[in-house]
C-alpha cells in the first residue's frame, strides 16, 4: 500500500489533485 501512495504522491506533485482525493 506504500509503494501506491508513495506513487500517487509523485502523481499528485506532477500536478494532479485528483489523486489525493483517491488517497
Do not use: H, Q
Not at 500500500?1 to 488517497?23: D, F, Q, Y
Amino acid at each position: 500500500a506504500m509503494a501506491m501512495v508513495r506513487a500517487l504522491n509523485r502523481m499528485t506533485k506532477a500536478g494532479m489533485p485528483e489523486s489525493v482525493r483517491i488517497a
